[in-house]
């Protein structure tokens, strides 16, 4: 009798904590670091790394720059805005020290698949390369264009070159911003950073992150867009390369640049208030001293990714700390919940993500008592 009751009080504080917290976001920011490690976010700096000089150049320097031994002020070195602002007015998933897990549901833990299960909840198996094939699924950004509520106002700019083909954009007219493709000179400022990227040589397949995201600042800036994803790439490439220094200092730069974006909405009349960030990953990488830097289906620990979020609809809960596993394939459901609508596009895709809320967490805490 004593557990039914607890259940009961349970279910009732979960559904009030829902009914409370569903006031829909106006527009949606999606922000992708690619390839970055959960561990690195949540405990800093990685010790058996960061003393390795055949991953960092200059050992002293680094370990003053992001080095602590305690986890806390040593992942705010390397990450302030997320754990001085996200952690305080936002929600923090897949601390798996905690028990807290998040995952990519896809078999092959690679880009492609990894930003197809995000954006149409789908872990398609027949996704398996990075290769620039157009995607045949539908997903949550093409959706959204085609609601009068947003139709014009979603955009995407990327660093890496494959977006146009993984979001479809021939197939369905979405604005996508990719690797060096220049933007036509639309104003002054956007001739200026084209000049800038026809003059880097030689160019790889992932554009400098800081050109992407001037590039999208300027384009929010003088469009407004409602529903924007900017995804970053360099943190993967320098952990392809081994070089764990630049990994972590560009980790830093993708902190500031979310910074400065948020403070950027949240001192704007079209954004404040209104405007939730999604921040995430495409994959996880290896976990070992000699594996870090690659990630597949065979590399242990290349499926364990992680996910923040802050804005409307959003309670501040900070880093969670339930036991509990959410995927990547749930995002794009999250996201059309988060703005009041609904995702589908012919396939069995991920729930929305049960978000957490204070009478929930009082209730898990009461029924741990029990």
């Not at 085609?146 to 021939?170: C, E, M, Q, R």
């Amino acid at each position: 009798m004593k557990t039914a009751i607890t259940a009961i009080i349970f279910v009732f504080f979960v559904q009030i904590s829902f009914a409370q917290s569903n006031t829909p976001a106006e527009n949606i920011y999606i922000i992708t670091t690619d390839g970055f490690r959960w561990q690195e976010l949540f405990t800093g700096a990685d010790s058996a790394l960061i003393n390795d000089e055949r991953y960092v150049g200059d050992i002293p320097l680094m370990k003053q720059l992001y080095w602590d031994n305690d986890i806390e002020t040593r992942r705010r070195k390397l990450m302030p805005f997320m754990w001085e602002v996200i952690a305080k007015d936002g929600q923090i998933y897949g601390n798996r020290l905690w028990g807290n897990k998040s995952n990519a549901a896809n078999p092959y833990k690679i880009s492609y698949p990894g930003y197809n299960e995000i954006f149409t909840g789908y872990p398609d198996p027949r996704i398996m390369l990075n290769i620039p094939r157009s995607n045949k699924n539908i997903n949550i950004l093409e959706c959204l264009n085609n609601d009068p509520t947003y139709h014009g106002k979603v955009v995407t700019f990327s660093s890496w070159y494959v977006f146009p083909f993984i979001l479809s954009a021939k197939r369905n007219g979405l604005p996508v911003n990719s690797g060096y493709e220049n933007m036509q000179g639309e104003d002054s400022v956007f001739g200026l950073i084209d000049r800038v990227q026809d003059n880097i040589s030689p160019k790889n397949h992932t554009r400098y992150d800081w050109l992407t995201y001037i590039n999208a600042k300027e384009y929010i800036d003088k469009h407004h867009p409602k529903i924007v994803f900017l995804s970053l790439g360099e943190t993967d490439e320098f952990a392809h390369e081994g070089h764990y220094d630049q990994y972590l200092q560009h980790a830093n730069a993708v902190d500031k640049m979310i910074e400065d974006l948020w403070y950027f909405v949240q001192t704007s009349p079209d954004y404040k208030g209104k405007t939730s960030f999604i921040i995430t990953t495409d994959h996880g990488r290896g976990k070992t001293q000699e594996n870090w830097t690659n990630h597949s289906l065979f590399t242990k620990g290349s499926a364990q990714t992680w996910l923040a979020m802050m804005g409307p609809g959003i309670e501040p809960l900070g880093e969670i700390k339930l036991q509990q596993q959410i995927y990547q394939k749930q995002i794009a459901a999250t996201i059309a919940f988060l703005l009041n609508t609904e995702f589908k596009n012919g396939h069995k895709i991920g729930s929305p993500i049960p978000l957490p809320h204070v009478q929930e967490n009082t209730a898990q805490l009461f029924l741990s008592k029990q």
